[in-house]
C-alpha cells in the first residue's frame, strides 16, 4: 500500500510540475462521468484536470471513485488516471494508465475534443479485494469530461 501511495504522489507531483513549466498554459479542469466493463459494470466519478505541455499535446490527471453491484452488495473503489493525448485534432488519440488499490490497467483510445473518450485496455489484478472477485482482463469504458472553466478566446 506505502508503494502505491508514492506512486500516486509521484504521478501528481510530475503532472503539476509538467504544467507549471509550460509558460502561458493554464489547467482546464471539472467533472467526469463514465461506464467501465471490466469482469462487471462500473459506473465511475472523477475530477480532472488537464493541461497542454505544448501546443499539439494534452496531458490529463484525474481522480475518483469506480460504483459497482456486485455479489449483493455496493462496492466502491478508488481510483488515479493518467492520460496522455497524442494530438489536438477532432480525435485525440490517447495512452492512459489507471490505477486502484487492486488493479493496474494501462489503456489506448480516442477522445473527441477529449470531450468524449472512449478506451481499451488490459487489467492486471494486484491483489483482491475481500468478499469481491478479481478485477483482471479485458476493459473497456465510455467517459463524458465535462469542462468547467474552458472559454475559446
Same mark, same amino acid.
Not at 493554464?26 to 462521468?33: A, D, M, Q, Y
Given at each position: 500500500m506505502k508503494k502505491l501511495i508514492l506512486l500516486l504522489f509521484f504521478s501528481c507531483s510530475l503532472g503539476i510540475g509538467f504544467a507549471q513549466t509550460a509558460p502561458g498554459k493554464? &489547467?482546464?479542469?471539472?467533472?467526469?462521468?463514465g461506464w467501465q466493463y471490466q469482469r462487471g459494470n462500473f459506473l465511475k466519478f472523477?475530477? &480532472?484536470g488537464l493541461f497542454a505541455p505544448n501546443d499539439k499535446q494534452y496531458m490529463k490527471i484525474d481522480a475518483g471513485?469506480?460504483?459497482s453491484w456486485m455479489r449483493e452488495q455496493t462496492t466502491v473503489i478508488p481510483e488515479l488516471g493518467f492520460t496522455y493525448y497524442l494530438s489536438d485534432r477532432l480525435l485525440f488519440p490517447f495512452l492512459k494508465a489507471e490505477i486502484t488499490p487492486y488493479t493496474v490497467t494501462p489503456k489506448i483510445g480516442i477522445g473527441v475534443f477529449s470531450i468524449i473518450d472512449f478506451g481499451l485496455g488490459y487489467g492486471f489484478a494486484m491483489q483482491t479485494k475481500s468478499n469481491f472477485k478479481p478485477l483482471e482482463g479485458f476493459t473497456a469504458s465510455i467517459n463524458l469530461n465535462i469542462p468547467l472553466n474552458f472559454h475559446l478566446n
Open positions: 493554464t &489547467w482546464i479542469w471539472g467533472p467526469s462521468v472523477s475530477g &480532472w471513485a469506480n460504483l
